[in-house]
């Protein structure tokens, strides 16, 4: 006879629908615990949701595009900006103390942990309107997040199996290529294009000296050797064959063209990134077994 364990596992498939409904779940106990906390206040539940709701759309605006849009953030309560002036000074003042006694080798590590992750990582209940921002601005990210970047991001990763690079890049490229990757899967493309140049720029400096650019007489910019220049010399010096020089180009167009005049132009982002790493793939030394 069957008992309770030989029942199969019942769940729900598409984890970004079970998420969607956690953030909405989410969104409602978020309201019922404040009704319980703040009965009895001057302000009431709707008078202070409706101050962080207020002053979270206009620090939503103003971070969108860092323009001073004159909006709702504007009015702050003095409350909120006593809070959050004292939460931010938390992290930097710990940063500072520790700043003049970490090793340089460290310095950067800690530095990007302290961006990465705060120590101060949620402002409490002592800050009330602060906390209350807070939520909104983190169930706004999770909206986002799950309604426009899980499917696409996971579907992006699978691409990215293709693009791998196969060999021992330098340092400075795979920095570069590190956030690469992210962008594409976070579905920045404007500025996965932009750092696909970053990427063959570094990788054209290791593999092509000034010395080089030079011996061809390819004429220095103000502060050196561009990254066109390198590329020529290296067809030049026949390191690269015509097709991996005009990838390149196809990678350097764009990207320059969404530096210097317009970051939202529709680009095919994909293949922007199969030319940096099928350029990358014919730069580097491979170490294959």
């Given amino acids: 006879m069957p008992t309770d364990d030989d029942k199969p596992i019942k769940y729900r498939f598409d984890l970004d629908g079970q998420l969607e409904t956690c953030v909405q779940e989410y969104e409602e106990e978020r309201e019922l615990y404040w009704q319980s906390r703040l009965q009895g206040l001057d302000w009431g539940v709707e008078g202070l949701f409706g101050h962080a709701e207020a002053v979270a759309k206009g620090l939503l605006r103003n971070a969108d595009d860092l323009v001073d849009h004159r909006s709702l953030a504007d009015n702050k309560p003095i409350q909120f900006t006593q809070e959050q002036t004292e939460f931010l000074h938390q992290t930097r003042q710990l940063w500072e103390s520790l700043e003049g006694k970490v090793p340089e080798d460290l310095r950067q590590t800690l530095l990007q942990y302290f961006n990465d992750s705060p120590l101060v990582k949620r402002p409490g209940e002592e800050t009330l309107l602060l906390k209350l921002v807070w939520e909104r601005l983190c169930v706004q990210l999770a909206w986002e997040a799950v ?34 990757s992210r962008c594409f899967v976070w579905g920045f493309d404007a500025e996965c294009v932009i750092l696909c140049r970053g990427v063959i720029d570094a990788a054209f400096t290791d593999a092509i000296s000034d010395a080089v650019c030079d011996k061809h007489k390819l004429a220095k910019a103000r502060f050196g050797h561009t990254l066109t220049n390198r590329i020529k010399a290296a067809r030049l010096e026949g390191v690269i064959d015509e097709d991996t020089k005009n990838r ?19 680009v095919d982002v994909l293949k922007i990134l199969q030319d940096t790493t099928t350029v990358i793939q014919r730069l580097v030394v491979l170490e294959l077994p």
Wanted: glycine share 6%; proline share 8%; charged share 20%.
């Fill in 147 to 180: 309604g426009e970047r899980v499917v696409t991001g996971a579907y992006r990763i699978l691409q990215l199996t293709e693009l791998v690079v196969k060999g021992n890049p330098s340092p400075a490229t795979l920095r570069f290529l590190r956030r690469v």
């Fill in 248 to 266: 390149a180009f196809r990678v350097n167009t764009p990207a320059t063209q969404a530096v210097h005049v317009n970051p939202e132009e529709a």
